[in-house]
């Protein structure tokens, strides 16, 4: 494992290995307070965050390294210089780059050029910190989690991806609901089919909200994405029967709601849910520190 670009290029061995490392950390943070010494870090985010910014810096700090925040007020990647000259120069003060960024090209670019790890923390494509966050999260939860039956329900997106190639190669049952339209990129599905099929998972899609069956756990996520410009009112009207109430909850037996964040209440789920019993909304959110530490403590750390 060079980089962390998607959850997919991780074998079920690599990814079992890294939640269980995650719980580990999480357990006994003081034995890997220095599993970063001396090393530094550059996180770049061409787009806002709240979660993916402060668990990097705080959990980098924890692990005993240096994080260096880049925003794009000082020269945006691409447009000040290239970002193969990002990669390159930044390769040769830093250990490890974490981006965020709009194309999932330009993370890719940052790993062919640079010569130090690259960890993905959110592209239009793929979300696999949040994933495997997720994943820790429903482990936490359930012994077995290729036992557990997740359902995503809204706009098939880049954290839509990462779930998938999280169950596939966990060998979990995946429902995937979305209004005609907003499946799920084609390719990301087939290769999710295909890594379910080998793992004894199994990967559902469908439009048809009634059929969706009994569930452990319900995620969803904000109906826009950053850098989406769809118009919102043509949104909440095709999106509206598939907002998260508790109807939907009790109908599918669900226990648990989850949401990677930030929630738009009353929108994609109703307030209720979101901040109801079940909802480990803010589990997931410090699990995105304990899942990330053990990706850089596995890529890094000495
Ligand atoms: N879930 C998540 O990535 O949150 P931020 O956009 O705040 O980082
Ligand atoms: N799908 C969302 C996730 C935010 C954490 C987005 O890309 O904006």
């Not at 910014?53 to 980098?60: A, C, K, L, N, Y």
């Not at 939860?141 to 329900?153: P, R, T, W």
Request: proline share 3%; net charge negative; charged share 20%.
């Amino acid at each position: 494992m060079n980089h962390l670009l998607s959850i997919k290029d991780l074998s079920q061995k690599q990814l079992q290995e890294l939640l269980t490392l995650a719980k580990q950390i999480k357990a006994n943070p003081a034995e890997y307070s220095n599993a970063l010494a001396g090393k530094s870090i550059a996180t770049i985010f061409e787009k806002p965050s709240l979660r993916t910014r402060v668990s990097f810096d705080v959990g980098i700090n924890k692990l005993g390294g240096h994080a260096i925040y880049l925003d794009q007020q000082n020269g945006a990647m691409g447009k000040r210089e290239p970002v193969k000259d990002f990669a390159t120069n930044l390769s040769c003060w830093v250990d490890g780059i974490v981006a965020r960024t709009f194309a999932h090209s330009t993370i890719e670019e940052l790993a062919e050029h640079g010569s130090v790890p690259v960890i993905n923390a959110l592209s239009d494509m793929y979300h696999p910190c949040q994933g495997l966050a997720d994943f820790l999260t429903l482990s936490e939860q359930f012994d077995d989690v290729s036992k557990v039956k997740l359902a995503y329900i809204g706009d098939g997106n880049n954290v839509t991806h990462s779930l998938m190639y999280g169950a596939a190669l966990l060998g979990a049952k995946m429902t995937v609901v979305c209004p005609q339209g907003h499946f799920p990129d084609g390719q990301v599905v087939v290769e999710a089919q295909e890594i379910a099929a080998k793992h004894g998972g199994e990967l559902v899609l469908t439009s048809d909200i009634s059929a969706l069956g009994e569930q452990d756990a319900i995620y969803t996520d904000t109906w826009i994405s950053m850098g989406d410009n769809a118009d919102m009112a043509e949104i909440e009207a095709k999106f509206k029967p598939y907002q998260i109430n508790a109807e939907l909850m009790s109908k599918a037996g669900a226990s648990y709601f989850m949401h990677c964040l930030p929630a738009y209440r009353e929108v994609e789920a109703t307030a209720e849910v979101v901040d109801g019993e079940g909802s480990l909304i803010l589990q997931q959110a410090e699990n995105r520190m304990h899942a990330q530490n053990a990706v850089l403590v596995t890529l890094l750390g000495q």
